[in-house]
């Protein structure tokens, strides 16, 4: 009987912020997949410090970053359909599996070879983020946007009204330190690299930073939001 693929969250990096339908959905899966980058499979990594994997099957699956994304996320679906023809199978996902995360374009092709999909929450990495700055993302009526780095319209969109969370901005720091000057708002910005991992690192004046790792989130804050 063909099993049922959970695109399951971990959270943001530590391994307290998964949730319990997280650790039931690992639970009930005998085949656990996660993406690996190199050497590193850091969902996977983030489960283990919550959840006994003991006796699980262990799917890697080849995710690096690259602008050819498309036969990747294709292979990745060849080989956890082959998983579910034997069963349920978790597809660990880091932050939260609907928010910028490669499980949706895999559990799309999953789901479109006519196999059962269901995505389980989790925490995201600027949620995680505004906690440990203590800067809150949206209150009262402060509109909220969340920009990948260099998306269309970015310079523009920076000098809307609100709080901006800035997504895959790291070793672009300089350039975006820049344009945050340039709108005066370089003061209400702060980073996290690394949120809830080893080597977590909290940066409260960016002009201090040349270049940051690939898991980093800023969040500019609106001075002029409601409190």
Known sequence: MAGTLYL???GAGDPDWMTLGALKAIERCPVIAAPRVGDSM????IAEGAADLSGKVILPLDLPMSAQMQPLYDRAADVLCDALGQGDTA????????????????GQRVRRRGFAVQTVCGVTSFSAAA?????????GSTPVQILPFGCEGFAER????????????????????KMLEDAGMLDNARAVENCGM?????YTDLRKCESLGYFTVVIVHDEKGDA
Not at 42 to 45: G, K, N, P, V, Y
Not at 91 to 106: E, H, K, N, Q, W
């Open 131 to 139: 906690a440990k700055t203590e800067m809150p993302i949206g209150y």
């Open 91 to 106: 597809f660990l996902c880091l932050g939260d599996a609907s928010t910028f995360a490669s499980a949706y374009p895999i």
């Open 158 to 177: 920076l000098r809307l009204p609100g709080t901006k969370v800035i997504l895959k901005a790291g070793r672009h720091l300089p350039a975006l330190c």
């Open 42 to 45: 850091t969902a996977l990594h």
């Open 198 to 202: 080893a080597h977590e690192r909290i």
């Open 8 to 10: 399951v969250s971990v």
